[in-house]
């Protein structure tokens, strides 16, 4: 299986998947910014923070002339995002396992792709494997990041001793007070 000659920043898919090669390696996580970017503003991703990442192509011959071009795509990274409920940093680890389909033009892309299980993507010459790997990874964090259990007790805020906090009237208390006997008429 030959690697050398391909390009993660600049992958030719299709020489890949007709190569039936496969590339893997890692990109420190603060490199992909944006993806750092959504981490805990305490804890920001160093260098030494990896994202793994392998993709193999395949491309299989088909009924008709167009072949069938695929990039298997597997990426993993930990980071520490913001926890929704005490604002605390939680370590989240964040894989992804996709099946890209290729077809030569972004409209055929478009319209297979409403119908498709896997992702279709037109396509290119050339194909930022990092930027398509940090995009899977963005679409993959999760919605709202929080800890099975806070490690902290969530503070709730706290009033001062001398300040007498009184609840507003209820809207219909008024009401309340005609229906008494005795009440206003």
Request: a negative charge; glycine letters at 6%.
């Amino acid at each position: 299986m030959k690697t050398s000659r391909f390009d993660c920043l600049r992958l030719d898919v299709n020489a890949l998947a007709k190569a039936a090669a496969s590339l893997e390696g890692s990109w420190p996580l603060a490199s992909l910014r944006r993806l750092a970017a959504s981490a805990h503003p305490d804890t920001p991703p160093g260098d030494s923070d990896p994202v793994q990442w392998s993709a193999r192509g395949e491309r299989r011959e088909r009924g008709g002339n167009v072949p069938e071009i695929t990039l298997h795509l597997t990426v993993r990274a930990s980071l520490r995002l913001q926890c929704q409920r005490c604002l605390g940093p939680v370590d989240e680890r964040v894989e992804v396992d996709r099946l890209l389909r290729f077809v030569p033009g972004e409209q055929q892309a478009a319209a297979l792709d409403i119908d498709s299980e896997d992702d279709v993507l037109e396509l290119t010459p050339a194909l930022d494997l990092r930027e398509l790997a940090e995009d899977e990874l963005l679409l993959a964090l999760p919605l709202v990041p929080r800890h099975e259990r806070c490690p902290h007790p969530l503070v709730t805020g706290t009033l001062d001793d001398n300040v007498v906090v009184s609840a507003p009237p209820h809207p219909f208390a008024a009401l309340q007070a005609l229906k008494k006997p005795g009440g206003a008429h």
